[in-house]
């Protein structure tokens, strides 16, 4: 390892998700002494550091891409290994601090991407620039979402290798059942009310079915609506923080008023509680005819539900200042600094990087390729509304490229909550996280 990284290192990597206490339990007490790289071994054993659980879907189809790259690599041993990644409410993770601050990183991390930033400025993530242009892995075979979540400051730190996205679904069958075009689903605001209403069912004070909810599921987040409503996270020029853009503010207002018409959050929340996963996820059951989502239930829909009658389309958006847009992220792989064995780190992620594995792997979880050229794959276009997430693509945003973004998320979060309880007022509560987010940006500019 040719880097140290000092306590303060790390209590600062951890400053904008989980604050320095809690990495200060589990940051080493000095600066890390790193022995010299041991004399390679006949077969070099490698760990990747998973995100997904061994025994799922996900795990099952990278333990597979594991076994592969072995028996194409006698003297290398990759394992697949779980707990890793993200740790509950962050972006970050503590485990990797730790073990990077220790001397004993994974070789192979799965990371989140709008972490990349903030790891990179910290110095903990290996700048794979030459690596991935000797590999041929250039900007110009991904779409530009992915481009700007894995380079920071031009340099490569991290390879997105599956991209998600969020859409409207709607169910065909019962837009018919209310009288609304079933090939014509709900563009702007003002339609997705009307027709939510003519979806919804109520007996007294007791709602049968919702016909939109626009905070539930995906729709929970900011960055879902927000590229749609025209709204501006970042100054790309100045790094500048603009989460209190007034789109957002327009948006969360909209939200807000939504949850009145409906009764309240306390009213909206008794009915969500209901609500079940899998063959009774309420999308499926009927109770919530429109919902904003992601591409991994289509997968639930094929398993659970294979007759189901729906559509997607684009999130909707104001006639004035709104956009046809979706939000896009996903996981990339980085090499953390300290691994024994770069070079033979690199040659693991390379070979997973290969179009054909990106292939199989997206297609296996129904999620995206970063490859442009995978756009056009049959494979990737025969559901229907698989087919639409891909033409999203090119108009996807992403959160803020900023080492600011782990706690914009946290802080954009807790002010939704707040805002939904009415402690707090929408445009004062977005101020004050904006200037929050800059003060502490102006150490790494």
């Known amino acids: 390892m040719s880097k140290q990284l000092s306590r303060r290192d790390f209590l600062r990597i951890g400053a904008g998700s989980m604050g320095a206490a809690a990495l200060a339990a589990c940051a080493m007490p000095t600066t890390v002494e790193v022995p010299a790289a041991p004399v390679r071994p006949e077969i070099v054993q490698l760990e990747y550091a998973g995100v997904h ?71 903990a993530l290996v700048d794979l620039s030459d690596r991935m242009s000797a590999a041929n892995l250039t900007t110009d075979l991904f779409y530009k979402a992915v481009n700007d979540q894995n380079l920071w400051k031009g340099k490569w730190y991290a390879f997105l290798y599956s991209m998600d996205g969020r859409v409207l679904y709607y169910r065909k069958d019962l837009f018919r059942e209310a009288g609304l075009d079933p ?57 500048e923080l603009t989460v209190n853009h007034d789109q957002v503010v327009a948006l969360w207002e909209w939200m807000r008023d939504w949850r009145d018409q409906y009764g309240g959050i306390n009213v909206i929340t008794s009915f969500t509680e209901a609500f079940g996963a899998q063959a009774q996820d309420p999308f499926i059951m009927g109770v919530v005819p429109m919902m904003i989502n992601g591409n991994w239930m289509i997968s639930n829909f094929r398993k659970y539900a294979p007759d189901l009658d729906y559509g997607a389309s684009w999130i909707p958006y104001p006639r004035e200042g709104g956009q046809e847009a979706t939000w896009t992220s996903g996981w990339s792989w980085a090499i953390p600094v300290g691994t024994d064995y770069l070079d033979d780190s690199f040659r693991a992620l390379s070979y997973l990087a290969e179009r054909g594995n990106i292939q199989w792997y997206n297609l296996g979880r129904s999620n995206f390729s970063p490859y442009i050229e995978h ?22 945003g992403i959160m803020p490229p900023t080492p600011m973004s782990d706690m914009a998320w946290a802080g954009l979060s807790d002010a939704f909550d707040d805002l939904m309880h009415d402690k707090v007022d929408v445009k004062e509560a977005l101020d004050a996280l904006n200037v929050r987010l800059n003060e502490e940006l102006q150490q790494y500019l």
């Open 53 to 123: 659980a061994p025994s799922g879907l996900v795990g099952e189809l990278k333990r597979e891409l594991v076994v592969q790259f072995n028996d194409a690599n006698p003297d290398l041993r990759l394992e697949y290994t779980w707990g890793a990644a993200r740790t509950a409410g962050t972006l970050a993770s503590e485990a990797l601090m730790a073990d990077i601050a220790a001397g004993i990183p994974p070789d192979l991390v799965d990371f989140e991407p709008a972490s990349v930033p903030l790891w990179a400025e910290n110095e």
């Open 183 to 239: 090939d014509n689903p709900p563009t702007h605001i003002d339609e997705i009310g009307a027709a939510a209403e003519a979806l919804t069912k109520k007996t007294g004070e007791r709602y049968e079915s919702i016909g939109f909810i626009p905070w539930a599921f995906q729709g929970r987040w900011v960055y879902t609506w927000g590229f749609s409503w025209g709204a501006e996270f970042m100054n790309p020029e100045t790094l």
């Open 375 to 396: 756009g056009e794959s049959p494979e990737f276009r025969e559901n229907p509304a698989m087919s639409f997430f891909v033409d999203t693509l090119p108009f996807a």
